[in-house]
């Protein structure tokens, strides 16, 4: 080796060593590529897994906490469904009360009917509670109704006396009928009406605690949860749902980006909440009137029209177009186990693995499965 040293160093190397030197910096040149290469593969590879690394609740192998909606009419539909479910629901919501001319609650026939079987699967399934939705519906004594009623909420909550008096009367309900808990949905609550919201929502948390009860609070999209300080204590939901409906034309109730930007904006409640998600659809017709549709109807109308049946990428929907008897086009879209499973995906990778879904009644079989598989 000594011997060579020198010679690699001369000015004037013979043929072979010449070669051979082109040789070892052939070599060195491939030995540089390839490590380039690699570490290149690495960072990609690195870069991919990071990306799609699991959320925290998926690597532990965590079930979803589910909770469900039943209406007061769709209640017997509702109960079919909740036979299959029940096993895998934490709480059920029992969609039943709204308001009279007088601002007092007020409760339908449907609800009297549906209370005592809800109430014996309730004492069977093992559920942790039973709440009492109370929706800012008003019923009128013609039998009209004012839907979502800002107005409603700004008399209720307009001072000390009338809060307290309506918190009353929400706790003596609960009492009455045997309610684990108060879920709230008042919805299109004007702006200078928050504050005392706020103040509402904090005092029926301490109330209901004190006689071992529980709060849950809905939101709906428009809510600017960014600067509303929620109190802590109550359980919140955030409505992924309404993207299209009755007030649009023909598209899904949430598409990816929609959840998305809704998980993010969740971080700014207190606790962990729920985010709800909607099953069934809409049938728009070509004029733009639309029809809501369960997921057991939209299936079937596929079927008895002959549609074919798509699926959007963008929300993980499906749709379809058909033509009624009178010549008239529709669009349907609507929510199957498969978008389902899409959208809670997409909650899970934001951390979110708290599920509420709106509503059961005539959903498919395959989406009931495929919420037990999820809910553990």
């Known amino acids: 080796m000594r011997s060579m040293l020198p010679l690699i160093g001369r000015s004037t190397p013979s043929r072979l060593m010449m070669n051979n030197a082109k040789e070892v910096s052939g070599l060195v040149k491939t030995r540089k590529l390839f490590i380039t290469a690699s570490l290149l593969i690495l960072f990609i590879g690195a870069a991919v897994c990071y990306d799609r690394m699991p959320s925290p609740a998926e690597k532990a192998g965590l079930p979803l906490e589910l909770s469900a909606w039943l209406a ?4 017997q539909n509702g109960l079919e469904n909740l036979e299959v479910l029940k096993e895998g629901l934490t709480s059920l919501q029992m969609f039943a009360a709204y308001f009279d001319q007088t601002d007092s609650l007020y409760f339908t026939d449907d ?16 559920l942790d509670h039973v709440y009492l939705t109370v929706v800012n519906d008003q019923i009128l004594p013609s039998g009209e109704s004012r839907q979502k009623d800002p107005e409603l909420i700004t008399r209720l909550m307009s001072s000390e006396e009338s809060r307290r008096r309506h918190a009353d009367e929400l706790i003596a309900a609960a009492e009455q009928y ?18 005392k919201v706020l103040l509402f929502i904090s005092d029926l948390y301490s109330r209901l605690k004190d006689k071992g009860k529980s709060l849950r609070v809905v939101l709906e999209t428009r809510a600017k949860i960014e600067q509303l300080k929620m109190p802590e204590g109550p359980d919140y939901v955030m409505m992924a749902y309404n993207l299209y409906g009755f ?3 023909p598209g899904p109730k949430a598409d990816h980006a929609f959840i998305k930007q809704l998980t993010s904006r969740m971080a700014y409640l207190p606790g962990k909440p729920y985010i709800a998600f909607s099953v069934g659809g809409f049938d728009w017709q070509e004029a733009g009137k639309a029809t809501a549709l369960t997921e057991v109807q939209a299936s079937n109308l596929a079927k008895q029209k002959g549609s074919t049946v798509r ?7 499906v749709y379809f177009d058909y033509t009624d008897e009178d010549q008239v086009k529709h669009t349907v879209w609507y929510a199957d186990e498969k978008t389902l499973l899409q959208w809670i995906e ?18 498919q079989i395959s989406s009931l499965d495929l919420l037990k598989q999820q809910a553990g």
């Open 346 to 363: 997409i909650a899970q990778q934001a951390d979110i693995n708290k599920v509420a879904i709106w509503r059961l009644g005539e959903m």
């Open 111 to 126: 609800y009297d009917e549906a209370m005592p079987e809800v109430l014996k699967l309730f004492e069977q399934s093992g």
């Open 247 to 249: 007030h649009s034309g």
């Open 311 to 317: 699926r959007d990428q963008a929300s993980g929907s």
């Open 72 to 75: 007061d009419w769709q209640w």
């Open 178 to 195: 045997g309610f684990g808990g108060v879920e709230l949905d008042y919805e299109r609550v004007a702006e200078e009406d928050w504050d």
